[in-house]
Structures are given as structure tokens and as C-alpha cells.
DNA sequence: AACTCCTATGCTCAAACTGAGCATAATTCG
DNA sequence: CGAATTATGCTCAGTTTGAGCATAGGAGTT
């Protein structure tokens, strides 16, 4: 079958993890991700993802992997003649790098986009935010309407007793962006119904760069609980309290620490190195290093969960 | 950034289940995936799957999920100057329908191109298809990579009283690829150092349609641990054991009767219809339906098991 | 030295979940 | 009526999960 010719770029999501600190790497001041154009050169896609990052960014990436390809008419929108765009989004994990900056490139706390996600600090979200949504479901044409709203808010807010799902982080942002309350929502002509005086509602990105930011957070919080990726966010040596830091950055809510500990040590995904961590006013810790063969001596998917449960 | 320009079509894994076979539609008897060009009129690529496989084949498309892109320039390499191309796969779940065969359409059983992956009759794999495997590590350079090739086998296929991980399908369709044993593989140029007579490599397809084939196997026999897809392949009305064989056919693999249904129930996904199933020569079976609405009351990703365990 | 504060680390326990099996109910078939 | 067959209810041990108590090993303070 004979397909239709389309102008092809792939953007990235670039995660590592500093500290307590999330960061996802920018360009344009913090308004866009990186992006380059898929070259015939590059052996497959993947390929060229690393090609530009590497290059770009001079950060070696560990770990690669696709994450959606988008192509609706609605991005982008050039002249029609010209075709459509693809853009095929991928999700790399690295660690920060003392910023080169020669390319504009930057380091930034992903919460800054997405403020509502961080619960590590109060695992009771804005109600400002939750009264902002209810005032969206409440301007629905029809009861039942309102109903229906209002439902996908408690469920994707973890209202009314529901618990918080940390995983669908795309959700909440299409809710938002459906009650008009992200920038981006009044961009593409969306109005609003709730008094946004006062919300938290995160930086905003060019294009749909905050929703496929959001598709990266969602996919790295899901895969860090059946796989062990946030390894590729550590240095080499850590103690167990780092790794737990780094993962409640991700996961955006705090762990039990004794249990994370027996998760980690139970998995036998890591094996101390005999070296002391500095000390920091507190008994030392040891620390530890990942156990980098259990990659390969386990099948993951579907077997136990790596890190990060509560 | 400005992308250059390539050709994109959108490939379908449509999967139905009838009785307790899963089957998969194909055309070009049985060889290639049903595949359309990316249209601009189209909104959104979803829609443009959509659109034309319910004009090619007249099924209703239920659930409809982006599988992978793919755009190495192994595959189809065409003329450099043409470009590469970009395919951009799906994964849709529907019913099988009265054939209507007007376009060489078919259902055919998943297994013909995966025998390996139905394990619901004998737990235990082909022994001679381990030996191949075995083969193949032994053919290795050095003595390193033969143990390294040796524990990826053992990983993939669950030997060695390893368990047998049925979502990592993929993974077992590259490795015998790699290793030489199923045909795309010698058409590509790999030589193969074992005995392949009398193996069941199953079918081939054209291209990397298998390849893609097993991306959607995989994809879908992992979402149905934790999402409740199976019932947009059942009809209205089904019986507890209609519903779990098709989940076994799905995962390849049989479950413990009272635990299904205990997990069925407890996660209050069906209620009955009040109607009895037609008799079989046993006692008779309730008939019952899915209850619609979970799909909004819950936030299915991180929830409890829908199903399939054991 | 005694005390406080802090982080690391070990251990316990109940609730929930899983995997497996026993037992009984309601039919059809011969 | 008994055998075969399928549906359905219930039990039970092993494991996992969530949460808390207790102790260990350091630094700084009095």
C-alpha cells in the first residue's frame, strides 16, 4: 500500500535525577524538549535518538526507550499543502551533567510543570485545585454531564477517599487541560469556567511538549515498579537512602523506609561495596552498588516488583 | 528543528478470540498484517486505524491502542532516495465476524505463527526447540558468549526450572531469529547452526509483520493482567468459563478455575443477566455481563489485578 | 561522661493476597 | 439409578504488604 509522504522529527524526554530533585532536560528557556529530525543516516530510530542526544547534550544515555508517536492534525498545524508531521517521542534516562549550556539547553525540577504531582510534602492535593475542577464538572451542559465529570475528576484526583494513583499523570493533565486550566488549553481556544487566581497549574510548554512530558513521567513511574531502571539514574556508589530519595522523586509520595529496604535487599538488586558514605550527622551509612547482572538473570515483566510500593 | 520527509503507514494487530482460539486478522493469505497508508485527512492517527479498517473489514473496533514505530532501514529498504519509511503498528480488539472475504481478509490462529507460545496442553516447552536453542549457544565464539546465550535462552524459555514468563514474547521471537531458526531470519541473511527438522517454528510472515505480531501478543497478554480488555473480545453475554478460556487462550496457559472466578468476583467486573447458559452436559452456567462502568469508577494502572494469575 | 539528636538497620505482626485443593450442586447421558 | 460433567462454594497454608517498635552507631552539646 502506497503511503503518504510526512515529516518525520523525534523529541525526547531526557530524565535524571539530582538529589531529591527530578529534572527533565529543556530547551528554549524551559519551553521546549529537545528535539532533532530523524536523519536517513541513523540505522533505526533509536539509533538517532542517541545520535542527537549524545551529541547535543554530550550525556551518554543508559537507558532508551519509545514512547508514543503523535500525529494529529491539531499540532503543528502548518500549511496543509506541506503534510503532515510525526513526531515520534522518546523517554532516556541519564544522569545531570555539569551543564554545558552551549546549546540553550537546561536542566529543570520536572514539578515545576506539573506542581500537583509532587506529594511527598502533604499527601493531600490543593483544594483549590480540586474546587477549581469541581466548578469545570459543575458547568457541564447536563446533570448528567456534570456527574460524569466529576467522577473522572475524584477518580484521576483521588477524591472522596479515593486513593492517589501516581501512574496516570497523563490523565490529570488532559483533565486540565479540558477545564481549560493549563496555559495550554487557552492557547488552542479552550475556555475556561473556574477562577484560576492562585492555582498551581505549572510552566507552560510550546506545543503539546507538556503532554508528552507528562506520557514520559507516567511511563517512568510505572516501569520503575516491575522494573529496575532507576538504577540508571543512580551513580555508581549509593546508600539506600538515596535510592529511596531518587524513587519518591519519581513517584512523587513518600516510601516506608524499612520496607523499601527489604524490598531492595529482598530482590538482592544490589550488594554493598564495603565503603561508608560521608557522614552526615547520623549513624553511616553503607553503601551500595547495583548488582548490574540481574538484567539479564531475570526475565522482568510480570515477576516481582523492583522498587517503590508505599 | 526541520524533519525530513518519509513514508508513513499504520499497521493493525486485530485480535479476536472465538471459543478458545485467539485469532489474528491477516491478508495476503495469511503473510502480511492489514495495513493502510496515513491519510492527512484524518485527525489523529487512532483515527485514521480506525477508519479504515472498519471501511476494510466491517468490525466495530473496540479498544484501539498504539503498539510501537518502527523505522529501521533494514526494513523495506527501498531505493535510498525514496526515503525510509515509517510504520507506525496498533493493536485493536474486536469480535470475529461472518468472514466477508471480499478483500482476502482472514482470522487465522495465533499459534500458527507462535506454537511455542501455547503452553495450555503440557506446561513443559518443545524439548527439541530447547536443543536448537542449545545449539545455537553452543556455536558461539568464545566460551563466555556461549553461557551468556545459554542464560538468555534459559531466561526467555524458562528452562532450568525457571518459570515460564508468558508476556515476554517478543523476546523469544528475536531470540530464535537471532538464532537462525525461523524463516524471516534466513531470508534476512542469518545462517542457522542447528537441526531445524521437524521443529514448529510456525508460520512466517512477510516484512517484520511477525515481529509486530508478537509486539501485540505480548502487549496484550500483559494488559490483561491489569486492565479489563479481555471483555472487548467476549460477546454481551458469557459464561464464567466462556470468559476464562479466552483468557487462556490469550496468555497461553491454563488457570485455576476457582481462582478466576474468585477474582472475577471480588473485583466485581461482571453481574448476571438473570439468564442461564444453554446446557452443555454439566450443570448449567449463569450467563453474565460486564459491568460497563468500572471502566470510569476505577483508575485502572497500579489497581489490583483484573485477571489472570496463576 | 552523659545526654540529645539524627540516621541506619533489624525485627514483629496483622491484614490481604495467592496458589492449591476438597466438597457439594445441578445437569445430561446411558 | 449411577456415571460423567460442569458449576460453584469453601478452606487452608504460604507469601506479600503496610505499618510500627526497637536498637545501633555516629555527631554535637552540656
Redesign the pocket.
Known amino acids: 500500500m502506497q503511503a503518504s509522504s510526512v515529516a518525520a522529527e523525534l523529541i525526547a524526554v531526557l530524565v535524571a535525577v539530582t538529589g531529591s530533585t527530578p529534572k527533565v532536560l529543556t530547551i528554549a528557556e524551559g519551553k521546549s524538549l529537545p528535539s532533532g529530525p530523524l536523519s536517513p543516516e541513523h540505522r533505526s530510530l533509536q539509533a538517532g535518538v542517541r545520535a542527537w542526544v549524545e551529541r547535543q547534550t554530550h550525556h551518554p544515555l543508559g537507558y532508551v526507550e519509545q514512547l508514543y508517536t503523535f500525529a494529529d492534525n491539531d499540532r503543528n498545524a502548518g500549511p496543509r499543502g506541506y503534510g503532515r508531521a510525526i513526531s515520534i517521542s522518546y523517554l532516556g534516562l541519564t544522569r545531570e551533567q555539569p551543564s554545558t549550556e552551549d546549546d540553550g539547553a537546561a536542566w529543570g525540577d520536572w514539578y515545576d510543570y506539573f506542581p500537583w504531582e509532587d506529594r511527598r510534602r502533604g499527601s493531600t492535593g490543593d483544594p483549590a485545585l480540586a474546587q477549581a475542577l469541581q466548578d469545570w464538572a459543575d458547568a457541564a451542559a447536563s446533570n448528567a454531564q456534570t456527574r460524569a465529570r466529576a467522577l473522572r475528576v475524584a477518580v484521576a484526583f483521588g477524591l472522596d477517599g479515593r486513593r492517589w494513583n501516581e501512574e496516570i499523570v497523563l490523565q490529570r493533565y488532559e483533565l486540565l487541560y479540558e477545564a481549560g486550566l493549563v496555559a495550554e488549553a487557552a492557547r488552542d481556544g479552550i475556555t475556561c469556567h473556574s477562577n484560576r487566581a492562585g492555582l498551581a497549574l505549572g510552566r507552560p510548554m510550546q506545543q503539546d511538549h507538556r503532554r508528552i512530558l507528562a506520557t514520559g513521567i507516567a511511563r517512568l513511574r510505572a516501569k520503575i515498579t516491575y522494573r529496575p531502571v532507576v538504577f540508571e539514574l543512580m551513580p555508581p556508589m549509593f ?3 538515596d535510592l529511596q530519595r531518587s524513587v519518591e522523586a519519581l513517584a512523587g509520595r513518600l516510601l ?4 523499601f ?3 531492595v535487599e529482598q530482590q538482592e538488586l544490589v550488594e554493598e561495596t564495603g565503603i561508608m558514605a560521608e ?8 553503601l551500595f552498588r547495583f548488582r548490574a547482572d540481574v538484567l539479564q538473570e531475570r526475565a522482568y515483566a510480570g515477576t ?2 523492583p522498587l517503590a ?2
Chains 1, 2 share one sequence.
Do not use: D, E, I
Open positions: 546508600t539506600l537512602l516506608h523506609k524499612q520496607n529496604r527489604r524490598l557522614p552526615t550527622g547520623g549513624r553511616p551509612a553503607k516481582k516488583p510500593r508505599s
